[in-house]
């Protein structure tokens, strides 16, 4: 009787999503190595949430970052930060009510590329704009996640031979939901610019663009269902209760060597080996069957406004570094020209912190020459939690920068 009133229970509270009622999202920057300590200390004792940088370990002084506090804690964490002297805001007083302010669009459609879509809506999306569009988008699955879901590509180009490609990949980190509201927007552009627009017809018919909308598709749907908050993938660690690997510290790069965790209960995890996870694993497959085609790896994350090129996993500086940067200037240029959008760009590791692991450097070490990530909107107002109503003017100017480095690669790229 008592375990069957625990299981109805404990169904009544997986039915619903966590609530994140009077849980604060804290902006600090750490003046001396006293303030770095206590940010380390705090985030082991009060289980802060780190959204900026990834973890705790990787907060340097003089460096802000962000983090959200669980609501028993924020009261507690307010008053050590402010004992301390340690210069500090609030960036988000309640993250329930900014959670219930980011669905801000009122449109009614199912899917709409300017809302957030949850998974089932993006694939029914990817099959219909691939079957609408017969000549120009098709539709394969490069494998399945660890809970047993298809991961499905788009690839979006006329036909041709010996064509040059260009991958890009949304979705890696769960709660980063305008990433992959990204992956849908480029489609829709060039679905609707091919045979319309010059430039973007010409990229299309001499490139190939693979497209993949949502990578961690299990802790996508998870963001969805039950933690809105979610980062990891969803796979069961071995000796832990703790779940997911941090995909983006998961590739063969120095995998696990700095700024990535080997606990399985940290938010960097590296997993128990290079592409443990079936994500990482399919995406790496693929790129690998399609070297020496693929030339452009872009892969979309948020947030913070930066375009990162290698390395990250250590600060030397890759061989084709003045190339990198020089494309990186030009695509934030015309980023920024359209609505005044500030964006840092430079190698990872010197630009923020040393992460090893991450999907752009393998790519690069592999053989894909033009490799970037991409952290999008905002710079932490909302973090996360960035409105729905500003998918379209994040998009528009993600846009200018994706087809500048795509324009670059068709022109340049040998
Ligand atoms: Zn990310």
Redesign the pocket.
């Known amino acids: 009787m008592w375990a069957l009133l625990l299981l109805v229970s404990l169904a009544a509270v997986s039915a619903e999503p966590r609530n994140f009622h009077g849980e604060k999202v804290f902006r600090v920057i750490p003046q001396n190595a006293e303030h770095v300590e206590l940010i380390k200390s705090m985030a082991q004792t009060e289980g802060l949430d780190f959204w900026l940088p990834d973890s705790a370990q990787l907060v340097e002084q003089g460096k802000r970052a962000d983090f959200h506090a669980d609501g028993h804690v924020s009261y507690e964490v307010q008053a050590l930060l402010q004992q301390s002297g340690m210069p500090y805001e609030i960036l988000i007083n309640d993250l329930q009510d900014a959670l219930e302010k980011q669905r801000d669009s009122n449109i009614r459609a199912v899917h709409s590329y300017e809302k957030y879509n949850d998974l089932d809506t993006i694939n029914a999306w990817s099959a219909n704009i691939a079957a609408q569009n017969p000549g120009l988008v098709s539709r394969s699955s490069i494998g399945t996640s660890y809970q047993g879901r298809p991961i499905y590509l788009l690839k979006v180009g006329k036909s041709g031979a010996n064509k040059k490609a260009v991958f890009i990949d949304c979705g ?2 769960a709660r ?1 939901w305008i990433s992959p509201a990204f992956c849908q927007w480029f489609v829709k552009e060039a679905v609707s610019a091919y045979g319309v627009e010059s430039e973007f017809t010409s990229l299309l018919d001499n490139l190939d663009i693979y497209v993949l909308p949502v990578l961690n598709v299990d802790g996508y749907v998870y963001t969805w269902t039950t933690n809105r908050m979610w980062r990891k993938t969803r796979s069961a660690n071995p000796n832990s209760t703790c779940i997911g690997t941090d995909p ?1 510290r998961n590739f063969n790069a120095g995998w696990c060597t700095a700024g990535a965790s080997t606990r399985a209960c940290d938010e960097t995890y590296c997993g128990s080996a290079p592409e443990s996870e079936p994500e990482t694993k399919a995406l790496a497959n693929f790129i690998r069957a399609n070297i020496p085609a693929i030339k452009g790896y872009l892969t979309i ?2 947030y913070s406004q930066m375009l990162l090129f290698p390395y990250s996993y250590s600060y030397a500086v890759a061989k084709d570094h003045n190339e990198l940067n020089a494309v990186a200037q030009g695509a934030v240029n015309s980023l920024t020209s359209l609505y005044k959008t500030k964006y840092t760009y430079g190698p990872g590791g010197s630009t923020i912190y040393l992460a090893a692991g991450g999907s752009d450097d393998w790519a690069y070490d592999a053989g894909v020459k033009f490799s970037y990530t991409f952290e999008l909107r905002d710079t932490g107002r909302y973090g996360f939690a960035l409105p729905e109503s500003q998918i379209k003017p994040t998009c528009e100017e993600t846009m200018l920068a994706v087809k500048y480095i795509a324009s670059y690669i068709k022109n340049n790229a040998k």
């Open positions: 890696f980190h980063e983006n994350h948020s």
